[in-house]
Nanobody, 116 residues
Framework: QVQLVESGGGLVQPGGSLRLSCAPSRSISSIDAMGWYRQAPGKERELVALIRTGGFININYADSVKGRFIISRDNAKNTVYLQMNSLKPEDTAIYYC????????WGQGTQVTVSS
């Protein structure tokens, strides 16, 4: 399995921005896919964004975040980022980093709270 270290959560006002980071314990180029899921209280965990980190780049977003969130990777820093813009209260959740090697690994989760 891959160890995933997340950072970047916090409290932000509606319309604000946050950037989440996820650093895996092995090279990104050796991981099939990485991304972010989130889980709000009383709801199931859902996919937010996914990026294929293998030979070709393929990115998927949940419909609810398209046009607001951007997932990217920095091979030099061995880190995947989730830039979250125009945040809404309904984006409040614990965000989990995800990696597939093809075995699935999860980060510890980071809280994102959007509130005035």
């Amino acid at each position: 399995q891959v160890q995933l270290v997340e950072s970047g959560g916090g409290l932000v006002q509606p319309g604000g921005s946050l950037r989440l980071s996820c650093a895996p314990s092995r090279s990104i180029s050796s991981i099939d896919a990485m991304g972010w899921y989130r889980q709000a209280p009383g709801k199931e965990r859902e996919l937010v964004a996914l990026i294929r980190t293998g030979g070709f780049i393929n990115i998927n977003y949940a419909d609810s975040v398209k046009g607001r969130f951007i997932i990217s990777r920095d091979n030099a820093k061995n880190t995947v980022y989730l830039q979250m813009n125009s945040l809404k209260p309904e984006d409040t959740a614990i965000y989990y980093c995800y990696a597939r090697t093809p075995f699935v690994s999860w980060g510890q989760g980071t809280q994102v709270t959007v509130s005035s």
